[in-house]
């Protein structure tokens, strides 16, 4: 058996994985953004018209910002790594696989705090916070929270696939250290 074969092998298998992370990263990010920009609705209590949007919570506009900047990454990301593959290249370059690496980092630790933000805002406005005398609002705006909550689902979906690309891209980082001269 040729360890180098099984070493293209293995790098062809992780490169896949990285274009198709990538790729699920982009798609999800495209599918929140989308849920949660278009999510409003109307409801009239007595004679008062409220419209329940997006907007009116701050950290669901970070939520689609972070989506937004998480779709626009992976999309250059998309870029690079379909024409490595293409071309068949290996990353051997340290400064551009430490700058992908902390790119996919920086990327990684803004959307799960955009997450964390909005999933606290959609607890609370699901269950409100009686000692802080906060009501519960999706009583009252059902289709609004559903659609929010589908949206915010998309985001941990594409959470999880950003983890699973944070391992992919640290691999690629520190395959590049490793030494076979030093064995025990």
């Known amino acids: 058996m040729n360890l180098g074969s099984d070493l293209s092998a293995i790098d062809r298998g992780v490169r896949l994985g990285e274009l198709i992370s990538r790729c699920m990263i982009c798609g999800l990010a495209v599918v929140s953004i989308a849920l949660v920009?278009?999510?409003?609705?109307?409801?009239?209590?007595?004679?008062?018209?409220?419209?329940?949007?997006?907007t009116n919570m701050r950290v669901l506009v970070f939520l689609v910002i972070a989506n937004g900047l998480a779709a626009a990454y992976s999309l250059v990301q998309i870029v690079r790594c379909?024409?490595?593959?293409?071309?068949?290249?290996?990353l051997f370059n340290k400064p551009l696989a430490w700058a992908i690496f902390s790119g996919d980092q920086i990327m990684?630790?803004?959307m799960f705090s955009a997450i964390a933000a909005s999933l606290q805002a959609a607890l609370i406005s699901q269950y409100g916070e009686p000692e802080m005398q906060w009501m519960k609002t999706c009583y009252?705006?059902?289709?609004?929270?559903?659609?929010?909550?589908?949206?915010?689902?998309?985001?941990?979906?594409?959470?999880?696939?950003m983890a699973i690309l944070s391992v992919i891209s640290a691999f690629g980082l520190f395959r590049l250290y490793d030494d076979n001269s030093k064995k025990c």
Not at 82 to 90: T, Y
Not at 143 to 161: D, H, I, T, Y
Request: aromatic share 14%; hydrophobic share 45%.
């Open 140 to 161: 009252l705006f059902k289709k609004f929270c559903n659609q929010m909550g589908e949206g915010l689902a998309s985001s941990v979906l594409m959470c999880v696939f």
């Open 37 to 54: 920009t278009t999510d409003t609705q109307v409801k009239e209590i007595f004679t008062i018209r409220k419209k329940a949007e997006f």
């Open 82 to 90: 379909s024409v490595s593959f293409i071309r068949g290249n290996v």
């Open 108 to 110: 990684a630790y803004l």
